[in-house]
Each structure stands twice: as C-alpha cells, then as structure tokens.
C-alpha cells in the first residue's frame, strides 16, 4: 500500500524492521525537501543587489573600469533573461533600467519588460511598465505588443493597476495607440475614484497632444470637472483644457463661457483659501492657481470682454501674494504675465510692471533674471511704465552673474530715447569694459545703431564711437568700423580734424594695438583722408607709420589699411613724399602677395604715372549713410506690426534656375540667392511663380512633382497681378510644424475666397537671443505662393515671429492636396542653425 515506505524500510536495520515509525519517515520527507532548496535555491549565488551595484559604479575610478562593471553585470542579466524559472527577474529589470539611465545600451530588455508588464503580480506588472516606459516608444514595433496588456489592465478591478497602466499609456502612446485605447479612458474618466480619474483626465492630455481630433470627446466632461472640489481633479482638468485651447480655435470659443467659473475659484483660492490641506508656504494651492492663470491668459489673449471679466480677480492675485516665499514669487509671474498677454487696463499693467520691478530689488538671482526677462518679453505694452525703473534696470548690468547682465543690456537698449540716451550709453560703456568677449561684439553694434538713431550731437556721437573702439578692442563686428567711417566722411569739417587728433592719440601706444585692430584701422582711414589738417608734425606722423608697418603684432589687413593711408598721405604731405616712397618700396618685395601688389602699384605712382597721383589718391567721396530704420535696431526689441497688404500690385517675375529647383526639391539646398525667402527684406507684396521657361524642364520636375518660390528680379517686361480678396468668414486651423528645445512653429490656416493664407508663427522658446532668422517654402508646381515679409528677424527670449504666406491653386491642380516643404534657418549664439520639415496636414477642403 505504501511502496515508498516499504522501499525505506527495507534498506533499514534488522531491528527496526520490528514495526512502523510514522515519526522516521516524516523525518526523512523533511530532510529531503530541505536538500532539495539548498541545492536549488541557497547554493547558488543570488544577484547583486541594485544598491550595490551602485555602489560599485560609482567607485569606480575610470571609465574603462566603470565600463567593465556595468559590461559584466550586462552579461550576467542577459543569461538571467534565457532562464524561464528566475526568481529575480525584477531585480535584474531595475538593475538593467539604471544602467539605462547611466547612457548604456539596455535594449535587450525590451521583451523581458513586456513580459513583466503581462504578469498577473502588481510587483511584476509595476517594474515591468517602468521598463517599458523608459526603454520603448512609438519608434519600437515592439510597443505595439503592449496596447493589450494594457487594454487588459485598465480594464482591472486594481486601482494601482490601473494607475500604473494609465502611466504608461500616456508616456509611450502613439497615435494608433491613442485611438485603440480611447474608449477605455474615457470609462475610466467617467468613473468616481478620483484616484484613477485624475490619471486619466492627464493622459487624455498627453493622448490629444498627439491625436488632436480626439478632443471633442473631452470638451463637455472638462466642463463638468471644473465643479469638482478635489485639487487634483482641478489641476489635471485645467492642464487638459488649456492644452486643447492651444490646439483648436474651437475648444478656445467653448471654453471662454467658462471664464466667470475660473475667476470664481481663483478668487476663492486668493481671498477665503480653498482647502488647508493644500497650502505651501502660506500660499494656498500655487500649482492650481498657476494653471488658472496659465488659462486665463489663453482664453483671454485678444479679446477685450473676456478680458474686463477677469480684471478684478488680477487684481486681487497681484496685491494679496505674498512674496516671502517662491511660491508666492512663481504666482506674481504668471500673474504679470497674464495681465502683460491680456487686453487689462493700464492701472493693471502698471501694477504687474511694479512687481517686476519688486523682483529686480530682490537677493535671489534667479527671481532677479526672471523679472528680467519677463521686463523683455513684455517691454512694447508698456514702455511708460518700465522707464520708471531705468536706475533700477542699469545698476543689473554691474550684477556678478553674466546672465544677469546680458539680459540688462537687452532690456536697456529697448529703453533709449533721444532724452536718456547719453545717461544709458554712460551705463553701457562702463559694463562694456568688464564684458565678455562674446558680449562686447554684441554690445558696441547695439550702442552703435542706437547712437545712429538717437544721437544728441555729430561730436557726442563720434566721442562714444571712439569710446567704443577703444574698449571693446578686437570683439567689435564690421558694421561698427563701416558705422565710423561713414559718420566722420558726413561730418562737418571741424568735427572731422578734431576726430583725427583723437584717433592720433590713440594709437601712439604700441603696445596696446594688438588688441586694438579695427581701432588702427579706422584711425590711419581717417589719418589718410584728413590728415592734412591735424595740428601735429608730419614726420612724427610718418616715423609712426613705419613703427605700425613693421610691428609684428598687427594683422595682414590692418597693414593693407595702414599702406593705402600712408599712400594717400603722399598727396596731403608733399613734403614727406620722398620718405613716404622709401617706406612703400620696401614693401616691393614683402612675403605677403597682397602688400606686395599694393606696394608696387603705388610705386608706380611715384615714378612712371605721377601725374595720375593727385587725382587717384584724392579725398573719398561723402561715403552714403546706410538707411537704418527703427526696424533694423529695434527688431531685437519692438513688436511686429502689422503689414498692410494692396488691392493690386504689379510684380516682377524671374526665371527660376532648374539647377537651384531641383537641389531644392532633392531638399539639398533651396538655392543660394534664388530663393524668395532667402532675401532679408522681401517685398510687402512678392509673388513668384515658374515662368514659361521652367516649363521645358517638366521631364525632370515632373518625377518630383515641386515647384519654389523664386526671389522677384528687377522689372521686367513679364509682370503679374496679385489681387489680394477680403477674407470671408472660415474656421483656422492650427498645424504644428517643428517644436524643438529652442523653436516652436505653428501654421494657422484659414481660407479667403479662392485662396489659403497660411501664417508662420514662429517662437524662441530658448533663453537667447535668435538672430537671421529666415524661412523658405517649397510648394507642388500646381501652386503658386507669395511671401509676405517677416514681422522681424530676431526674436528674444519667448518672443514670436509671423510671417503670411498666401497660396494660390492653378487650374490645372484642381485634385492635388497641398503639402509644403519649409525650410528655416537662424543663429543662436555664436552657432548657425539650419533646419527643415514637411507639412502634409492641411485642410482637405482648403480650396473647396
């Protein structure tokens, strides 16, 4: 009946086979179950713990030995993933996801972390999402695999199941995901547990961040949410609205009838206090009163009603924060920025520009350079009112901390005026002197064009550009030596010998020119031309010009504008003509081809064709002033204005180059000059289409299918009428284009009769400044487009650029959709950048 134990007896000693000892063999069973674990479980070595791996890294003292633990301790996960009976398998999971983190490649996890996520334990199921979150995305088809696990699991009674679920799906989503699963989290929307309704309504969020249509499912639930007395439900709700304000026109008109209801709860929230529970730092609830405002400013950008709705509730924010504490601090921000973006009253605007100017006075750095650059972004709605606090503004540039200081600077140019300009170009001279290199190029042109533009006096001005050539040495751009000499050949005669004296003086110092070039340059320019009139000896002149044509120190192109000056000076001194030949002609034989050009012409000048020499060496002509406008210095600074469109112009047209079209399709170039976009001032009114002659190369661009937008030449005999309609009544639509860590571009379509008007919105959202900013589009051959000028080419910190585009569609494309290839380029720094996208997204019935 019992084999086993008749086995077992029988291998016992004649003595105990006298009768059965239950006791014995439950023994026996112990001994052999405990054997069993010691040799399966106990013996074999357990992994290394994630803390201690850690540890282990971070000993490491290179990173060839940090390199062989992380490799070694790789080889040892992968061989746990073969094993189908692993007890550690989330342990090795979360050991694999730091090494992830640390740079290393971790990509055979992928399976092993769906496989968690599919695991009925929650231990499993939670490290196995994490996994899949960090080392999946809509780029990996294994993620597909995951969309019904997690069907499954929103489906589950588990909370935290659901939860985590819920996490996953909004950082991985793709949008056929998205749309797979959308049914799923509006159940879980609509349910009372405010623990998972709050996850959901966020990844709705993320969910229409990437399938915009999905939206129109949420616009009445949100309405009913913002009843709710749960913050969490508040914060989330608020996030998901104004995020579907941003991307539809629609949801913005919606949700303007939910104005009265936020201001209600900010009120609430600033007055009486919401809930104790929420309050930091005796500021009630800051993240949902940031939100709030946040979607205040949407809703109310442009829209003067909405906006008086909103006014007292400001008002009580700005007045009622305390500023003690950060969070009082990040409140009064999005408060001055809500009031700066909305159409408030001016006694508001006053208030928020107070604050700002609160921040300035402040210890802390960083709230100081954000009031900074808040006083930047907001300078055009205001300039009254931040003059008040020019001092205040002007004693930043003298801060310690170089971002402080450059944004300063930006702010103070954007306040000079033809009454404060010689107190602030005071203030900016003395931080030019302290300066970084990089600064002082940007600097001296900002204080050069301001001069221009708001100079009080011809000598005040040529005082500050001396100034300016002294101090910033070898870090000044070309416009500022071009700026010089054109204001001293415009200047009255006295002005013009006194200018000479001084450039004279400043460079006697021979020690100090090599980093001094540009201020050599333009004072031997000026020696050379007015020389003959300065109240010094000639031959000490002269003698001092052989010293700087023989310095070591001084560069190839200085010596090039030294020669022709001292050349020029052999005409206005002819009693140093003799020495000025000898100088010149030992230059004849000079290792550098270019001096040695110039010094044997001009030494024909003095031999074979002197009689030539009076008149080719003669004073220049009144060199012509460069037109600048308020829009060539102030675009860093002023607002974009609006560009008035005629009912009727005549445009010239130009032949596109093939060569130019076809690199430009192949998206290798979009053509050196041909391009329409890539002129700096386009025409108000600039329409370029194929010319007849672009037609005889249809074999080759017809494989591609594209047409660009050709720059207008100089009038021609072949002309073109651009009738420009009233615009009828059509709903925009916003595409987003590019969105990178420093530009974010946006068309708002909106069709006028028979044509589309597509305007580029373009922001830097980067802390610097973005200069040359150019755009260029390229259309299909059945459309003709024309690009209208740009609001600016610069842009601030969190500033906008538009710029119109109108298309027109030919007959002969009447089923083509329009899709466009757009091209953008700008600098940042000292670096260019250079990028490009297509856009397909565009209304089917734009041309209906």
Known sequence: MYPYYETEWSILPPEHNRRYSPGLTINNIKQVINETIETNILRKPSPTRLRELIRQIRAARTAAEERSVVNTECAYIRSTFRETDCIWKCRNMAKLLYIHMLGYPAHFGQMEALKLAASPKYTDK??????????????????????????????????????????????????????????????????????????????????????????????????????????????????????????????????????????????????????????????????????????????????????????????????????????????????????????????????????????????????????????????????????????????????????????????????????????????????????????????????????????????????????????????????????????????????????????????????????????????????????????????????????????????????????????????????????????????RAHLNIDLQQRAIEFSQLFTNFKHLRPALLEKMPVLKISDMSSSEYNSDFTAGQEITTPTAETIPLKEPSNQDILLDLLGDSFGSSSSATATTTPSPLQLSTPSSAAAANADILDLLGLSVVESAAPPSTITTVATIHSPVEYSATTIPVYSRENVDIKFIVRKEYDQAVVTVKTTNNSLNMLEKYMFQVAVPKTFSIQMMEPSSTVMLPGESVVQDVIVVRSAQGTNTPLRMKVRFSYEIGNYSMMEQADVSDFPPDLFG
């Open 126 to 587: 939670r490290i196995g999402y994490l996994g899949a979150m960090l080392l999946l995305d809509e780029r990996q088809d294994v993620h597909v695999l995951l969309t019904n696990c997690l069907k499954n699991d929103l489906n589950s009674p588990t909370q935290f199941i659901v939860g985590t679920a819920l996490c996953t799906l909004a950082a991985i989503a793709s949008p056929e995901m998205a749309r797979d699963l959308t049914h799923e989290i509006e159940r879980v929307i609509a349910s009372s547990n405010t623990f998972l309704r709050k996850k959901a309504i966020l990844c709705a969020f993320r969910m229409i961040r990437r399938v915009p249509e999905l939206m129109e499912e949420y616009l009445p639930r949100c309405a009913q949410f913002l009843n709710d007395k749960n913050h969490g439900i508040l914060v989330s709700t608020v996030t998901l609205i104004t995020e579907m304000c941003d991307q539809s026109p629609y949801a913005l008109a919606f949700f303007k009838a939910s104005i009265p209801a936020l201001v209600r709860l900010l009120k609430t929230l600033t007055v009486s206090g919401y809930s104790p529970e929420h309050v930091v730092n005796g500021v009630s609830d800051p993240f949902l009163q940031v939100k709030l405002l946040r979607l205040l400013r949407t809703l109310g950008h442009g829209d003067p009603d909405q906006s008086e709705i909103m006014n007292d509730a400001l008002a009580q924010v700005a007045t009622n924060t305390e500023t003690n504490k950060n969070a009082g601090n990040a409140i009064l921000y999005e408060t001055v920025l809500t009031i700066m973006n909305v159409e408030s009253e001016n006694s508001l605007r006053v208030l928020a520009v107070n604050i700002l100017g609160r921040f300035l006075l402040n210890s802390d750095k960083n709230i100081r350079f954000v009031g900074l650059l808040t006083l930047v972004k907001t300078v055009q709605r205001d300039m009254t009112a931040i003059q008040r606090h020019r001092i205040t503004i002007l004693e930043c540039l003298t801060d310690s901390d170089s971002s402080i200081q450059r944004c300063a600077m930006e702010l103070s140019f954007t306040l000079i005026n033809s009454q404060n300009i010689e107190m602030i170009v005071r203030e900016v001279l003395k931080y030019l002197e302290t300066a970084e290199a990089e600064m002082k190029s940007i600097c001296s042109s900002k204080i050069v064009s301001a001069a221009e533009l708001y100079s009080p006096s011809i000598h005040w001005h040529l005082d500050v550009l001396l100034k300016i050539l002294t101090i910033a040495g070898n870090n000044i751009r070309d416009d500022v030596i071009s700026s010089t000499i054109q204001l001293i050949s415009n200047s009255p005669r006295e002005e013009q010998h006194f200018i000479a004296g001084k450039m004279l003086e400043s460079i006697t110092n021979m020690n100090l020119l090599e980093n001094r070039q540009p201020l050599v340059q333009v004072a031997v320019w000026t020696l050379g031309e007015y020389g003959e009139a300065g109240h010094f000896d000639e031959n000490e002149l002269i003698d001092h010009y052989r010293q700087l044509l023989w310095a070591p120190h001084l560069s190839i192109t200085t010596k090039q504008y030294i020669l022709v000056s001292l050349a020029k000076l052999s005409v206005r001194m002819e009693h140093c003509t003799t020495n000025i030949q000898n100088i010149i002609n030992a230059f």
